[in-house]
């Protein structure tokens, strides 16, 4: 089944222990992004990559790192993670970065920064 | 100015009723996609239907249709004969190309609750 998975689902941290989501997509997608969801502040892009080794910031890139070292996989890495990160996170991938491809999205991962 | 306004916050709609759920786009693109994705209270973010600028019909997907009104820079999307299991948000997005890094660009988001 073609699909974006997520790992955790949800996650409860402290502040300052560095954590990764992991993402993966088994559609051979050169584009994959992370976003963020807030109330209020609707979904915002983090990091995108156009393909392996090309990585890019988003619109609220601050606090986060990624990597791409293989097509599939995209993990967001929150190095010292604050309160303010607690929010949503959607990992999605699409086969490029045409306007006209579909995003695919992964399930989320709940993420409570205490 | 907000690149995809979605005007109606939330709706009720009887069971087995039609819906429209409003979206208007700003670009200067020529080249773009509009989509619309449903968020049940799971959380998960689920494709529905998808339109491109130089598409000259109306897309369609099962229950689902997009009224593509260009000159209007609208996209509104009709869910027909209504299910319980529509109940969710639903959001409008728009993706450019690079200057936009590529992503999507979303709306608010419209909460529609189907009665029984």
């Known amino acids: 089944e073609a699909q974006v998975t997520q790992n955790p689902r949800y996650l409860i941290t402290v502040t300052g222990k560095k954590l990764t989501v992991t993402c993966s997509q088994n559609?051979?997608?050169?584009?994959m992004s992370w976003y963020r969801q807030d109330p209020g502040l609707g979904l915002r892009q983090i990091y995108y990559s156009m393909n392996v080794e090309v990585t890019d910031k988003g619109d609220v890139p601050e606090g986060y790192k990624v990597s791409r070292k293989e097509k599939r996989n995209f993990p967001l890495i929150l190095e010292s993670p604050s309160p303010n990160q607690t929010s949503l996170y959607f990992c999605?991938?699409?086969?490029?970065?045409?306007?006209?491809?579909?995003?695919?999205f992964g399930p989320g991962t709940r993420l409570t920064v205490l | 100015a907000q690149k995809i306004t979605q005007t109606q916050p939330g709706m009720f709609v009887q069971e087995k009723e039609a819906v429209t759920l409003d979206c208007t786009y700003d670009t200067s693109d020529q080249s773009y996609g509009l989509f619309w994705y449903k968020q049940p209270s799971s959380g998960e973010m689920i494709f529905l239907i998808y339109?491109?600028?130089?598409d000259e019909q109306n897309a369609t997907e099962g229950r689902y249709s997009l009224n593509f009104q260009k000159a209007r820079k609208s996209a509104n999307l009709v869910i027909s004969a209504s299910q319980l299991g529509d109940s969710a948000m639903y959001f409008c997005?728009?993706?450019?190309?690079?200057?936009?890094?590529?992503?999507?660009?979303w709306g608010a988001g419209t909460k529609l609750i189907i009665k029984p």
């Open positions: 559609m051979n997608h050169e584009y």
């Open positions: 999605a991938s699409s086969p490029d970065g045409s306007p006209t491809d579909t995003q695919y």
């Open positions: 997005a728009m993706r450019e190309g690079m200057d936009s890094n590529y992503q999507l660009i």
């Open positions: 339109q491109g600028s130089y």
